[in-house]
């Protein structure tokens, strides 16, 4: 069986939606993220420019220097508490000299008071060595230890460019992020232009991070908002380290689980299992490429289940579909039995998972972390007869009748393995350009999940923008498959330009029997469990909205009754209910209905972000992350991106 493309198959759909607005509602000011574990390897230095042009007027009557204080500030209040974090800045004790960088505050458990201490104890001097810069907050990151890859981060803000090239900043920025998938270098662009502006874009696009243009102080703030929050709220891995082969010979044999490795541009990974003659074998591979890395429409990441000498059981691909900007990738698949038992991939022996990373000139040439994971499901019990397949969305079709309650506040998640728990509802929560949210809803055997996505008003356009952005979503199987786009029902991605936009999307009911249909959407949805949403914004979203942030209302609904088994005639489930609570967030806690969470952020400064959807969409100027729990067993989960 042969899944056909999806994403890049997909036509952009949706329009605007005319819908009530509730009052405006005053956001909160951000209180401080909760407290996070600090992980092996993982931590953030932020850059401070303090070379003599800092001094200079930033055209609202204050000093560069003093918006970035102000800026950093701000970051440092919204940072969770622990995060490593330090502080390193340049041209700030002599009036010339290229080797004037020191460490200002050592990365380690956030300290707000030692960092706002230390920026404001800056005073702009001297030159402007941005390369050597680089070089030494690499070194003042933490390492990690065993084996184990963290997330680095180096946060760049300047107003010129390096007038010492020794050594030449976007060199230094090419072989830090050559030294692993762990680091990445972002740079904030403060009033710069020309060949300074240049120079700032090829180190962040060297160092395989993001460059933030930032015409003026409230502009700083806005991205460094942005820039630090995706930082600190990066994907979440979990998984044994593994390293995959470029053919069978010698790939790592692996047993049902997860997995870490990562894959380079045009790169093919080999992993080897047995597997017995009557069981299914679910497989997914997800890439994490840095939020807004450079993508075409045809990049792809392709997976497949090879046996013997060239043959192959099954194979999908998944494209990215458009070129503003890398969002995590997933292609999952399965080797199903046959329900004759003739065919080649019904034996029992060895078998390949095949992970194949497809890029085209001029994209993002970094390597990015690939979480696997392998599930099998034993055949049903003899003389127990499934029940009939459910190819059709019935109900769940885009007709559908949607919850139409007050929204509660909700946290989304970072990955697949942290993702917040949904039940039948409406939700509210906020998302940053480039960034992915996630979500689980059990689904049970008989039921269907159906849900909208409506991304709203940005406030601060007051027509419209002449740029264009897309909103996406995605749902996801147990054994994280996609579904639900391809079929001509959905449209995965909505073009967005500030005004209010909407997406529908959903399943077709789960049936054990689904396994054998031929849809490619309607084939993974065989077996009960937690279905994943994936609500993403594009990376150029950013040049649309003056808030950090933009809301996001989730309709979510589950229908049908749920069956007790996969098994013909299986007795419905008694339920008590209980409808629309949140599920426990991974810290544990639970979020209420009233106030906006706040957010997380991070930094680093060099020298030289109309009407509402629902009531409070517009959200506060930031969001919190709850903590992810340690992973348990040989897992090695890691907090904010890092694996």
Known sequence: MTRRSRRGAVALLGGLLALAAAPLQTAPVAAAAPAAPATDGTGMVMVLDSSGSMAEDDGSGSTRIASARKAVGTVVDALPAGYPTGLRVYGADKRKGCDDTRLAQPVAALDRAGIKKAVEGVTPKGDTPIGLSLRKAADDLPKAAGGSIGKRTILLISDGEDNCQAPP??????????????????????????????????????GNGQYYDAPDAKSLARQLQRAGQLSADGYRFKGQKVRGTPTQ???PGIAPGQYLDSIGPNEVRY??????????????????????????????????????????????????????GATPLTSGVSRIPSQSGTRGCDKAGRYWLVVERKAAKGSDASRWPLELMFH?????????????????????????????????????GTSFNDARTLTQGVWRDTVLPAQTLWYKVPVGWGQQLRYDVEFANEPTIKHYSAT???????????????????????SPQVPYNGRLASLQMGTV???WTNRYESDPNVVPVHHKGDFYIAVTLGAEAA????????????RVAVLGK?????????????????????????????????????????????????????????????RARRKPQPGDGNSDPMRGGSW
Request: net charge negative; glycine share 14%.
């Open 249 to 251: 010979n010698n790939a």
């Open 543 to 554: 040049e649309i909205a003056e808030d950090p942030q933009i809301g996001v209302v989730l």
């Open 468 to 490: 264009t952005s897309i909103g996406r979503t995605q749902v996801y199987t147990p054994s994280r498959a996609p579904v639900g786009s391809g079929t001509g029902e959905f």
């Open 271 to 324: 992993y080897a299992t047995d597997l017995d003659g009557a069981s299914t074998a679910d497989y997914s591979a997800t890439v994490v490429p840095q939020p807004g890395a450079a993508v075409d429409h045809l990049d792809a990441l392709h997976t497949e289940i090879a046996y013997g000498v060239g043959s192959t059981c099954a194979s999908t691909t998944e494209l990215f579909g458009q070129r503003e």
């Open 376 to 412: 099998v499901e034993h055949p049903l019990e003899k003389g127990v007869t499934p029940a009939q397949s459910s190819p059709e969305y019935g109900a769940g079709g885009k007709d559908a009748t949607m919850p139409a309650t007050a929204p509660k506040d909700v946290t989304g």
């Open 169 to 206: 900043p976007c060199k230094v920025s090419a072989q830090l992020a050559a030294s692993g998938v762990d680091l990445h270098i972002d740079a904030i662009g403060f009033q710069v232009s020309g060949k300074a502006r240049e120079q700032l874009e090829c180190i962040a696009k060297s």
């Open 562 to 622: 749920e069956k007790a088994g996969p098994e013909a005639g299986a007795a419905a489930v008694k339920t008590d209910d209980s409808h629309g609570e949140p599920g426990p967030s991974p810290d544990g806690a639970q979020h209420g209905g009233g106030g906006w969470s706040t957010g997380r952020v991070v930094a680093v400064a060099v020298g030289g972000v109309g009407v509402l959807l629902l009531a409070g969409l517009a959200a506060a100027y930031a």
């Open 509 to 511: 009911p789960v049936a």
